[in-house]
């Protein structure tokens, strides 16, 4: 009997939980609501980004498939992903389009053995929550259809795999059952309880995605994450961050996973260099919660690498206040601290050699004979001496 295993499980250690603490040693080495300016910065991927993210651009792109005697579909004319309808669907239900949620049955082969299975999948189409091969034949799907895929691992797992499970490079068979779909109203329009639940989905996604080193699509299951937890309630009443202790509770829960959603993006954009992306991630963190650990930490990472030390340094000195059990924070500032003094000693030193003040020698200063102790000792000898002889007159007139 085959085990099985859930294909969306993630590793919570990895990012930020409800109590774990983050490992700092992860971050990469050393080398407010003010409006719509910030909100279009995390929302616009940098230039870094864009350039190593896999988009499912094949998803849309159309391409007239063809169908070999067998039924088999070749979805993208390639031959590297291929399709056969195993038991028909509703025809009436229409298949599902780009951003619906949809809701299927997966089971996973190699070599015709199985060797993972997950019900009631749920995600939405073409936002990169699953691996591409279901991105891109789900849509070609309608209700209760049952397909049977042979996918390339290209459109699988990759050249990563998937831990002993799949080995990397391995050509898969699917079996995808297509239970549900609906069509998800804009965001904001959307019940409060169930964006929630469709937002932390897709951080989870975006955690799974980092676990494996794909950074650029956890960013992007980060960044629609975000779009869902989210409320205007937040930005009408929460002038300043002290405010968030007044809202709904609900509200304050979808607070709370709004930090861990951007403090992870953040985290994922370091390790993409987008650096001027992930400070604006922490700037969504900071605030909301200007003390929160993690965003400050990583927002001095941030700026050691666009070579601001000494705000870094400011930074530093404020984690060391707030929490000085960060052992890591007081070694990064001892260490940026003697940098930036070792830095302006050589720039001292250049400027010297350039009006070559280092050929000229100091000229010797002539030690005075008597110590400090005992020129203290005769001063107040002096004293005492003065004082005897102010006494002695004030009498002898008298």
Not at 32 to 38: C, I, P, Q, R, S
Not at 212 to 217: D, I, K, V, W
Request: glycine letters at 6%; hydrophobic letters at 35%; charged letters at 30%.
């Amino acid at each position: 009997m085959v085990d099985t295993i859930n294909i969306s499980e993630v590793d919570p250690t990895l990012m930020d939980g409800d109590d774990d603490e983050e490992d700092f040693s992860m971050m990469p080495e050393l080398c407010d609501n003010k409006g719509a300016t910030d909100l279009a910065e995390y929302n616009k991927p940098a230039a870094d980004e864009v350039t190593d993210i896999p988009t499912n651009t094949l998803a849309e792109e159309k391409v007239e498939p063809s169908v070999d005697p067998d039924g088999w579909e070749d979805v993208l004319g390639s031959g590297r992903l291929r399709k056969r309808v195993k038991t028909e669907g509703d025809e009436k239900s229409g298949k599902p389009g780009r951003g619906s949620r949809c809701t299927v049955n997966v089971v996973e082969m190699v070599a015709g053995k199985e060797v993972g299975r997950e019900e009631q999948l749920q995600f939405n189409v073409g936002e990169s929550e699953v691996m591409q091969a279901l991105d891109l034949v789900v849509p070609l799907m309608m209700k209760s259809e049952v397909a049977e895929v042979k996918v390339e691992h290209t459109f699988a797992y990759g050249v990563v795999g998937d831990g002993d499970r799949i080995p990397p490079s391995t050509d898969m068979e699917l079996e995808v059952e297509l239970v549900d779909w609906v069509e998800l109203c804009p965001a904001p329009d959307i019940p409060l309880a169930e964006r929630m639940a469709i937002g932390m989905s897709k951080r989870e996604r975006g955690n799974r995605w980092y676990s494996r080193g794909e950074y650029s699509l956890a960013v992007q299951c980060y960044r629609k994450a975000a779009e869902y937890l989210d409320d205007k309630q937040i930005e009408e009443d929460m002038e300043v961050p002290i405010d968030r202790f007044l809202l709904p509770k609900d509200l304050q829960e979808l607070l709370q996973e709004r930090v861990k959603t951007f403090n992870n993006m953040a985290q994922a954009q370091m390790k993409l260099s987008a650096w001027d992306s992930s400070l604006a991630s922490v700037r969504q963190v900071l605030k909301i919660e200007p003390n929160n650990e993690k965003a400050l930490f990583r927002k001095s990472k941030i700026l050691v690498e666009k070579c601001q030390l000494d705000e870094a340094i400011g930074i530093l000195r404020r984690i060391n206040r707030l929490y000085p059990a960060n052992k890591q924070c007081h070694t990064e500032l001892s260490r940026l601290t003697n940098k930036v003094k070792a830095s302006k000693e050589k720039e001292q030193l250049m400027s010297r050699k350039m009006l070559g003040l280092d050929k000229l020698q100091s000229k010797p200063t002539k030690s005075s004979f008597l110590s400090k102790p005992v020129g203290i000792a005769l001063a107040a000898l002096g004293g005492l001496g003065a004082l005897a002889g102010a006494f002695l007159m004030k009498h002898y007139y008298i």
